[in-house]
Antibody
Framework: EVKLLESGGGMVQPGGSLRLSCAASGFTFSSFAMTWVRQAPGKGLAWVSTLSGSGGSTYYADSVKGRFTISRDNSKNTVYLQMSSLRAEDTAVYYC????????WGQGTLVTVSS | DIQMTQSPSSLSASVGDRVTITCRASQGIRNDLGWYQQKPGKAPKRLIYAASSLQSGVPSRFSGSGSGTEFTLTISSLQPEDFATYYCLQHDSYPITFGQGTRLEIK
């Protein structure tokens, strides 16, 4: 059974940093790209970033480029999202998903950016 | 960037109704489109991939069609558990983009 479990969310002040983790199980992790998607309160889904299975290719939404970094540790079956220079508009539930087209999703972790 | 225009933004329907939701892409995306269902407080769930392939475990009353720039999600006979928000997603090129969502409510 495919499982994705996000962690690392919380409240942070504007300008601060946070690292999200997504632990995967139930599939050959290194064979799949991994994606982060977010959802601001009461809003729709927004793609954030995708990382290839090997880790060699990364893609970012313009809204986070230069501030967020996606990475993975295939020995730990975990993908990360390092978020820095956080803004109020980054407040959202962050989901990790398997592959670029989201066949499986985690339950999400809430990030709140507020002073 | 490819824009995904989803319609309608909201829809009221009754149990047993046939419902169709449409997504139009601003340029051709072949069949690189998925449909997702999201219930309040829950993660999205993929219903359809590659525009028309039914995700394993999803009831057959859900179907998808289309290619290029116009796509549809059809629910043949609404069940009480189908009242939710639905999104399309294109993954033909980066940035990946979602439709703005369709909220399906009980009439």
């Amino acid at each position: 059974e495919v499982k994705l479990l996000e962690s690392g969310g919380g409240m942070v002040q504007p300008g601060g940093s946070l690292r999200l983790s997504c632990a995967a199980s139930g599939f050959t992790f290194s064979s799949f790209a991994m994606t982060w998607v977010r959802q601001a309160p009461g809003k729709g889904l927004a793609w954030v970033s995708t990382l290839s299975g090997s880790g060699g290719s990364t893609y970012y939404a313009d809204s986070v480029k230069g501030r967020f970094t996606i990475s993975r540790d295939n020995s730990k079956n975990t993908v990360y999202l390092q978020m820095s220079s956080l803004r109020a508009e980054d407040t959202a539930v962050y989901y990790c998903a398997r592959d670029v087209n989201g066949g499986y999703w985690g339950q999400g972790t809430l990030v709140t950016v507020s002073s | 960037d490819i824009q995904m225009t989803q319609s309608p933004s909201s829809l009221s329907a009754s149990v047993g109704d046939r419902v169709t939701i449409t997504c139009r892409a601003s340029q051709g995306i072949r069949n690189d489109l998925g449909w997702y269902q999201q219930k309040p407080g829950k993660a999205p769930k993929r219903l359809i991939y590659a525009a028309s392939s039914l995700q394993s475990g999803v009831p057959s009353r859900f179907s998808g069609s289309g290619s290029g720039t116009e796509f549809t999600l059809t629910i043949s006979s609404l069940q009480p558990e189908d009242f939710a928000t639905y999104y399309c997603l294109q993954h033909d090129s980066y940035p990946i983009t979602f439709g703005q969502g369709t909220r399906l409510e009980i009439k």
